[in-house]
């Protein structure tokens, strides 16, 4: 038996809800659509549902819109029925349903990743544990402390001591036999990297060895480092070692195979930092490409950096990319509307208002309340005097008449500027919200300031309409 379900909504939305919600016949639900008297459906809050609503008409679930302020759990209280917030656009209602897709579940993933600390002895005990807090914060699951040449590292013991006492764990990473013996014995987890010549650590300590070939490039001697340790019941994690573009990174993915192919059940490390940090370009989809090779090729190790400005926030892509892969894995399916922390530029459905829509809108509007939308062909601005559109805010401010309003202009002149570069990049704008960057945005806005200007109601009215007053 199918569940009966009541969708709330506005004067302005109910025309577009019952359009959607008729796309998706045969539904799995029956439905009712109640106006709440109200214009904007936005502006609901859970107090105004209490005080209008008088009962759920016989509903197993009652959807809101998923702007809707306030706690639903009181009004779910009120009522006796679940109360649910549905999509905050109401024509991503299919999806939120499950018709074209079901929403991934993003929670799991099976690559651990090693955030390496550059210039681990540079720095003292204290900005090495804030470094890793930041990193762990980002999602990394390994502290890779990077030993330097030439340079003492006096302080190692104590900082694998301090990192394992803040929970991390950790991995020291040299070419000196000496600091690996030295941060081996002082109990880190993971040794980076032993070659065929220097095996003899991992009879001297318990950290798990990360082994490479002896030259760049030379699979049987990583290949020999591989047996031998396993002749020894060792575990290990090879690494092939990826090359730069231009300087062997083709070559160096088909070693990548090979190992995997050649031992079907070792561990293996990817570390990407030689293309994230070597290539002037954005590292968003290089995240997603090597994480879908590492999916393929079941590489469970990701080691990265974040020295140059541009890759100062690979660490947060690469755990994005690792859920995204992981959950195509599971779902076997491609890595495809699964989740938009990869999309930063653009996204799936950046306009999902056609200009003949949002003028259809347009049209059933009776306050003074400027409403801004953004389709293929511009940005439109409207409300009860019309629709104005153009590409850039400099051709729209003079038709708004706000000269002599200042904190109404400051506000417009905000959203105007999202919705040029939503309609610039091909990103969704939804007004009163910044737009998304996904996980390439290291740095949000305090959110308590801007949400709502005091002299209008958000929507670019110093005074809403009566009915649209909570």
């Not at 929403?103 to 099976?110: I, V």
């Not at 996204?347 to 003028?359: Q, R, V």
């Not at 309340?369 to 439109?380: A, L, N, P, T």
Request: hydrophobic share 40%; charged share 25%.
């Amino acid at each position: 038996m199918s569940e009966h379900l009541l969708f709330l909504t506005g004067r302005l939305a109910e025309a577009s809800l019952r359009k959607v919600l008729a796309s998706l016949e045969p539904a799995p639900f029956t439905y009712d659509v109640h106006v709440l008297g109200l214009q904007v459906a936005a502006l609901m809050t859970t107090d105004m549902i209490v005080r209008r609503l008088g009962n759920t008409q016989g509903a197993s679930r009652v959807l809101v819109p998923g702007r809707c302020r306030g706690d639903l759990d009181q009004v779910s209280a009120h009522f006796g029925v679940p109360f649910e917030r549905g999509p905050e656009e109401l024509k991503d209602l299919p999806r939120f349903f499950g018709v074209g897709g079901q929403p991934a579940d993003l929670s799991r993933y099976d690559v651990q990743i090693f955030a390496e600390i550059v210039d681990a002895p540079n720095m003292c005990v204290d900005a090495i544990m804030a470094q890793a807090g930041r990193y762990a914060q980002a999602g990394a699951d390994v502290i890779d402390l990077g030993c330097l040449p030439q340079t003492p590292f006096g302080h190692l013991e104590e900082a694998v001591s301090a990192l394992h006492e803040g929970g991390f764990k950790v991995s020291v990473d040299s070419l000196q036999t000496d600091e690996l013996l030295r941060g081996g014995r002082a109990g880190c987890d993971y040794l980076l990297s032993l070659k065929c010549d220097t095996l003899w650590l991992a009879d001297e300590v318990a950290a798990t060895p990360v082994l490479i070939p002896a030259e760049q490039g030379d699979l049987p001697s990583l290949y020999e480092a591989i047996d031998a340790l396993a002749a020894r019941g060792r575990d290990c994690i090879a690494d092939p070692i990826l090359d730069p573009l231009h300087v062997g990174f083709t070559e160096s993915i088909v070693r990548y195979r090979d190992l995997r192919r050649a031992f079907p059940q070792v561990e293996i490390m990817m570390g990407t930092g030689n293309l994230t940090e070597l290539t002037d370009a954005d590292t968003l989809g290089m995240q997603a490409l090597m994480a879908g090779i590492m999916s393929e090729l079941k590489i469970t190790n990701l080691l990265t950096t974040q020295v140059s400005e541009h890759a100062f926030g690979v660490v947060r892509e690469a755990d994005a990319a690792r859920r995204l892969m992981y959950a195509a894995r599971a779902l076997d399916t491609l890595p495809r509307r699964l989740g938009g922390n990869l999309l930063a530029l653009h996204e799936l459905s950046a306009f999902p208002y056609s200009t003949e829509e949002i003028h259809a809108t347009a049209a059933a509007v009776r306050d003074p309340s400027f409403r801004i939308q953004v389709s293929e062909d511009g940005i439109h601005v409207y409300n009860r005097d019309g629709v104005r559109t153009a590409n850039e805010p400099f051709r729209l401010y003079p038709q708004l008449g706000v000269d002599n309003d200042a904190s109404h202009a400051f506000y417009l002149g905000v959203e105007l500027a999202r919705a040029q570069i939503a309609w610039q990049l091909g990103k969704r704008y939804v007004q009163d919200e910044e737009l998304k960057w996904g996980c390439a945005a290291l740095r949000q806005s305090d959110p308590a300031i801007g949400q709502r200007n005091p002299g209008h109601d958000g929507r670019g009215a110093r005074d809403p309409a009566p009915e649209e007053k909570a």
